[in-house]
C-alpha cells in the first residue's frame, strides 16, 4: 500500500519521527497547562531533542551498501568480514583493496582516523599493540560502528560525525589516553 521509496525513507528515518513524537507530546503536555503538566511537558521536549540529536548523528554513519563485506559489533568485538575481491565486485580488474578484514575488541582500541582511499572512506582502527584494521564506511553494517564508537572514553560523537564531511585524507578523531 505504501510506495517502497517512500517505505525505505519512514525507515530510514525512523528514530528522528520518532524523536519528533516525543517533542510534540511533550509540547501537548506544556500547552493544557498545569503546575505538574508544564514541567512533564519541558522534559518531554528536552528528551526529544537529545534523542533527535543522537538520532541525526547516527543517520549520518548510515550509509548505502557500496564496499564489498560486512561489519558486526558483538560483545565489545568489531569485526570486519572482506569479502573477496572479484566476487563481490565483479571482475578480476576491479579496484576494491584486498586482504582487509579481520576483528578486535574495542577495549583494546588505541585509535580511530578516517581515511580516504581511491575515492572511498575508511575507518581505521589501531589496537594499542599497534594491529590495524580498515572498515570501509559503505560496508554493509558499518552504521553500527556508531554505537560501539560512542562506548569509548573521552570521545566527542559530535566531531566524529562531524568529521564524515570533511574530505580531509586523513583525520585521526580519538585516540586512547
Request: hydrophobic share 55%; glycine share 12%; aromatic share 8%.
Amino acid at each position: 500500500m505504501i510506495r517502497p521509496e517512500v517505505a525505505q525513507a519512514l525507515h530510514r528515518w525512523r528514530e528522528v519521527i520518532a524523536a519528533a513524537c516525543v517533542v510534540v507530546f511533550g509540547g501537548w503536555l506544556i500547552w493544557l497547562g498545569g503546575w505538574l503538566l508544564i514541567p512533564l511537558g519541558a522534559a518531554a521536549c528536552a528528551i526529544g531533542v537529545a534523542f533527535a540529536l543522537i538520532a541525526l548523528r547516527r543517520l549520518r554513519f548510515a550509509r548505502a551498501v557500496g564496499a564489498p563485506g560486512l561489519v558486526e559489533v558483538v560483545e565489545g568485538r568489531v569485526s570486519y568480514f572482506a569479502a573477496s575481491r572479484a566476487r563481490a565486485i565483479g571482475g578480476p580488474d576491479s579496484a576494491a583493496p584486498q586482504g582487509m578484514g579481520g576483528e578486535m575488541a574495542l577495549r583494546e582500541l588505541a585509535e580511530i582516523r578516517l581515511l580516504h582511499l581511491s575515492g572511498r572512506q575508511y575507518w581505521r582502527l589501531r589496537t594499542i599493540g599497534g594491529e590495524a584494521l580498515l572498515i570501509p564506511l559503505e560496508a554493509a553494517g558499518a552504521d553500527t560502528l556508531y554505537d560501539a564508537f560512542a562506548s569509548l572514553p573521552g570521545i566527542d560523537m559530535g566531531a566524529l560525525s562531524s568529521a564524515l564531511d570533511r574530505p580531509l585524507t586523513a583525520q585521526s578523531l580519538w585516540s586512547r589516553k
